[in-house]
Every structure is written in C-alpha cells, then in structure tokens.
C-alpha cells in the first residue's frame, strides 16, 4: 500500500529508501486556527504539508504583523529550515489557516536524510530558494509598495472564487499596515465598488480592477 509519500508535492524523485522512512513518519491533522510554533521556539522539524494551508506571521513590538508567507502542498518553512540548518529560533508564528494534514520530520531524521539523500536535500534546497525568492519580492512590496495594492493583491490570493472568508479585523495586516489603515482602505474599496464586505466575509464585486491595482504594484 502506498505511503503518504506518494502523493506529496516535491518528494517524486526521492529513492525508495528514503520515501520509506518518510512513510513511517505518522501525518498529524491540524485543525484551522492550531499554532504550529511560536516566536522563541526552537526548531523541532521540518514540516511537510499534504493538504491545506499553513500561514507565518511576524508581529513587531507595536503589534503590528506581517504575512510572511504561506506553505502549501509543495512549499516550505523557511523558518523551520534556518532554525534546523542554522540553530536559529523561530521569530515568527505560525497558523494553520485551514484545516492541515501534515508530516513533521524530526530534526535528527532530517538531517540524517539531507546527508544520506541527494533528492531529499535537492528538494528541499529547491523550495528553499524558491521560497527565499518570494521573500525578496515581499521586502520590495514592504519598501516601495502602496498600501492600496499591497490590499488588493492581499485579497486576491485570499479569494476563493470572488470570496474571502474573513473580515477586515481577520485579515492578517498586509505587509507592515496597522489595521486601522487597512480598515480605511478598504471602505475605500466599497465606495469605488470593488469589494462588498458581508457578514464574516468580502465579496470581490469587480476583480479586474483589483489585478489592475494590484499589478501596478509588481512593477515597482
């Protein structure tokens, strides 16, 4: 019987060897809203995620947060990987934004499979850069972004259909903008017709002019 190694975004190439000790590692489900670490925290493994979404936020002294990132199916902790390879300890909080399965490789097993494994550690050097990647492109949105478009790029990768399940108090605070801020900008967003907030939700009402907002932006 097939593992869970099978179906796994990025694990395709590893040997046999490795996907069966991966295997014998037991998928833990996380229900949305579960804290998978917090800030001081050390480094326990690498996470794996199966299905769902996991969300890293970095608060500041003033309260403020950030979405650093979100892992997918095929993406990484780059927290988790500094804090494995570097000792490093977390600076940011991790969420499970939607109900997760997920596998947890202990650091000893890790990094015993990134010495004895090329596919592994090719793996996971791989969504390492790519996720280091992304991260530069969020320093540039924080550094030269407008707070309008960073919104709007915000509600379009949050959108299932042209719906956000969430309100503008749940919204994590796109790229360094306190609430209050973003509250403002988006009874703008209403008034110009582009979003409809309802009850525990925001309709997107004109999309379009959200990826243009929104696009104006990733040429800066």
């Known amino acids: 019987m097939a593992g869970w190694t099978a179906g796994a975004a990025g694990l395709a190439e590893v040997d046999r060897e490795t996907a069966a000790r991966l295997d014998a590692l037991p998928v833990t489900v996380l229900a949305a809203g579960d ?3 917090r800030p001081g925290e050390a480094a326990k493994g690498f996470v794996i995620v199966t299905q769902g979404r996991i969300e890293v936020f970095l608060t500041g002294p003033t309260g ?7 892992v997918e199916p095929g ?3 780059v927290q988790s990987t500094l804090g494995l390879l570097g000792g490093e300890d977390y600076s940011g909080e991790a969420i499970a934004a939607t109900d997760v399965r997920a596998v947890l490789i202990p650091k000893a097993e890790f990094l015993s499979l990134m010495q004895l494994s090329p596919a592994f550690r090719g793996m996971v050097f791989s969504a390492f850069a790519a996720r280091m990647q992304g991260m530069m492109h969020l320093l540039e ?3 030269f972004g407008r707070i309008e478009a960073r919104l709007a790029s915000a509600l379009l990768s949050r959108a299932e259909g042209e719906v956000v399940q969430a309100t503008h ?3 994590p605070t796109p790229i360094e903008s306190a609430r209050e801020v973003v509250s403002r900008r988006l009874e703008g ?9 309802e009850r525990g939700r925001i309709r997107l009402t004109d999309a379009a002019a959200l990826r243009r907002l929104a696009a104006a932006d990733e040429g800066l």
Request: glycine share 8%; charged share 15%.
């Open 141 to 143: 949105r924080v550094a």
């Open 189 to 197: 967003f209403a008034r110009a017709g582009w979003v409809a907030t």
């Open 75 to 77: 993406q990484s902790c």
């Open 169 to 171: 108090q749940d919204l």
């Open 64 to 70: 403020r947060g950030i979405l650093l990132y979100a």
């Open 35 to 37: 804290v998978l670490f």
